[in-house]
């Protein structure tokens, strides 16, 4: 990668879990990851196509999809995704990197990415925890977690820029400040404020504990994935940033993280 390029990292949403998700209050749809060769898009769910447009991020610019598991707050623009990742469905173009319950479905799961969408991308790769496929410019790792889909996986991007960390939904597992540590930036699913447990998710004091427990902690933190209850969303960063010691911000639609090899800028579209 030459000189003078960033990694960008663009938020399309900031929501989740299923009553943010009818509500749309802070967005659903995802965030991507944007490197000189890599435009990846990340757990695409309800308005991706649509904060797309209003950000002016042109979708067939998107050659790596990857969703974490099979909910629909990750998944219902992915096929939408691969058809824009397709130039229409017209090139076999584009990766999708998934898990088993959203590729091929598992019990109660049905695949959420049909076998016509995945026929048309060059390659589809499903990833289990630890696991990782080098594609493009990035090295891709899954990470462990514990959710209702028990194939869900978060995601650990290796970059020219140092390491993005995103902890797909889950609860708090002693192998995530492992899997995480040293990203530079993380990105956590945190549904619930401070001792707001929900099971299958974090909440505040789980993020704490996770970053405490590293040996390496991020240069910064953002917090996504925020549920309908959590509204102190200015309160829950500095609790977290206080008693983590990592600076801490939140998701929002338009975030935008522009990342060089020794520092960052937080802007907003
Ligand atoms: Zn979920």
Known sequence: MGRGNLLEIIFLGAGGGRWETIYQNKGTGGFRVHTEKTKLHIDPGPGSLVRMKDLNINPFDTNILFVSHCHPDHYTDAEVIVEAMTLGMTKKRGYIVSNISVLEGFGKYERAISKYHQSKSKEVHILNPRESINILDV???????????????????????????????????????????????????????????????????????????????????????????????????????????????????????????????ILYL
Request: aromatic fraction near 6%.
């Open 139 to 265: 090295k891709l790792m899954g990470t462990k977690t514990k959710h209702g889909d028990p194939f869900g996986i978060g995601l650990r991007i290796n970059t020219d820029y140092g390491d993005i960390g995103y902890t797909g939904d889950t609860e708090r597992i002693d192998s995530l400040s492992e899997d995480f540590n040293g990203v530079r930036i993380f990105v956590a699913n945190v549904i619930g404020g401070a001792n707001k447990r929900i099971r299958g998710h974090l909440c505040s004091n789980d993020l704490i504990d996770v970053i405490n427990d590293m040996g390496e902690k991020p240069e910064l933190l953002i917090i996504n994935h925020m549920g309908l209850k959590m509204t102190n969303i200015k309160g829950e960063c500095e609790y977290i940033s206080q008693n983590s010691g990592v600076k801490t911000i939140a998701a929002k639609i338009g975030l935008k993280i522009l990342l060089n090899r020794d520092s960052y800028n």
